[in-house]
Nanobody, 121 residues
Framework: VQLQAFGGGLVQAGGSLRLSCAASGRTFNRYTGWFRQAPGKEREFVAAISWSVGSTYYSNSVKGRFNISRDNAKNTFYLQMNSLKPEDTAVYYC????????????????WGQGTQVTVSS
């Protein structure tokens, strides 16, 4: 599975960005997720969605501001980020896993290369 994430950038606090992650090489992935890693910190869970049912999961820090979605036909999933805060600044990674997993864990099999999101105050 190859994952390509894009859509990061520089935005002012309160602004919005939409990240996209295109998956190729495998057509079925049970869970897809977004994670982020800020400098000097561990990678942390942001959001996840089950591919077939569409159940969503969010970290408390982004709940109500971020929305994860997927387009099965395009094998692509998205992270709409609204009301961005400086503490959202990080490299964002997309990931997929082919079978059951705790969607909040980092034990996904496949990872994208990361895209930088910088939120200025």
């Amino acid at each position: 599975v190859q994952l390509q994430a894009f859509g990061g950038g520089l935005v002012q606090a309160g602004g919005s960005l939409r990240l996209s992650c295109a998956a190729s090489g495998r057509t079925f992935n049970r869970y897809t997720g977004w994670f982020r890693q800020a400098p000097g910190k561990e990678r942390e869970f942001v959001a996840a969605i089950s591919w077939s049912v569409g159940s969503t999961y969010y970290s408390n820090s982004v709940k109500g501001r971020f929305n994860i979605s997927r387009d099965n036909a395009k094998n692509t999933f998205y992270l709409q980020m609204n009301s961005l805060k400086p503490e959202d600044t990080a490299v964002y990674y997309c990931a997929v896993h082919p079978s059951y997993i705790d969607p909040r864990s980092t034990h996904y099999n496949y990872w994208g290369q990361g895209t930088q999101v910088t939120v200025s105050s």
